[in-house]
């Protein structure tokens, strides 16, 4: 059975701080990922919630549950789009792609498939692998029930831009950004806004990127954005820190 190109199925509560985001944009629903933060946050990638010429009108979060038909529906109140987010005509050139999520109501957190991921403001020097999360597509058109993860490798920023160079898709504002690379494996379209996560010391996960841009095949890394450069902003607007 095909899967996440180069992953595998999630079991219940592996994953806990991982939300399926549906949004609904000129009638058309359109799929997402992102992170529990708190009881009444969720963190994602800007242009989850942006579409030119398409009006976001109503967005859900599944949580709670690896398998779509099992997982719990809370309504979204408002999102908060990164003040500077900026998207080029291709999917290249998308900066600072991050934004929150607040909901009508909070999630209990005391169920054992909710809980939320941490972050750092500290600029890790990792260079090991992340694990990615998501419920985007693992083969044509298919988008799979069961969430599925990867592990990827981090590449080095500056020889991502170099080969994003070559192809005229060069990468804009590199110190915050994360690129990962790892042949046959990587995210595709509805895992845009799921986390990079690292387990930075045994046991201590913390949420590194957020999925923003590739092609869906080895040919170029993948981008995501770093966590760390935006902890500021995500505090401020938030007031959890």
């Given at each position: 059975m095909k899967r996440i190109y180069g992953g595998a199925s999630a079991t219940e509560g592996q994953?806990?701080?991982?939300?399926?985001?549906?949004?609904l944009k000129g009638g058309t629903a359109f799929g997402c990922s992102g992170t529990i933060l708190s009881s009444s946050w969720v963190l994602t990638a800007a242009h989850c919630m942006c579409t030119e010429g398409k009006t976001t009108t109503?967005?859900?979060?599944?949580?709670?549950?690896?398998?779509?038909s099992t997982a719990l529906r809370q309504e979204v109140k408002r999102f908060i789009v990164h003040p500077r987010f900026a998207k080029n005509e291709s999917p290249f050139f998308m900066v600072?792609?991050?934004?929150?999520?607040?909901?009508?109501?909070?999630?209990?957190?005391?169920?054992?498939?909710?809980?939320?991921?941490?972050?750092?403001?500290?600029?890790?020097?990792?260079?090991?692998?992340?694990?990615?999360?998501?419920?985007g597509k693992t083969s044509g058109t298919i988008f799979p029930e069961s969430l599925q993860h990867v592990?990827?490798?981090?590449?080095?920023?500056?020889?991502?831009?170099?080969?994003?160079n070559i192809f005229k898709a060069?990468?804009?504002?590199?110190?915050?950004?994360?690129?990962?690379?790892?042949?046959?494996?990587?995210p595709c379209d509805g895992d845009s806004g799921g986390p990079l996560?690292?387990?930075?010391?045994?046991?201590?996960?913390?949420?590194?990127?957020?999925?923003?841009?590739?092609?869906?095949?080895?040919?170029?890394?993948?981008?995501?954005?770093?966590?760390?450069?935006?902890?500021?902003?995500?505090?401020?607007?938030?007031?959890?820190?």
């Open positions: 994953f806990p701080y991982h939300v399926l985001i549906l949004t109503r967005v859900v979060i599944k949580y709670g549950s690896a398998s779509q600072n792609d991050i934004a929150l999520l607040e909901l009508c109501a909070p999630l209990d957190m005391s169920l054992p498939g909710v809980k939320p991921i941490c972050f750092t403001k500290e600029d890790l020097a990792y260079s090991g692998t992340v694990t990615v999360t998501g419920w592990d990827l490798n981090i590449y080095p920023v500056n020889m991502c831009k170099r080969l994003y060069g990468i804009r504002d590199e110190w915050n950004k994360i690129c990962t690379f790892t042949k046959d494996k990587y996560v690292a387990e930075v010391s045994p046991g201590c996960h913390i949420q590194l990127g957020i999925t923003s841009y590739g092609t869906c095949t080895s040919i170029l890394p993948n981008v995501a954005t770093k966590l760390s450069s935006f902890a500021d902003w995500i505090c401020e607007s938030t007031s959890l820190c």
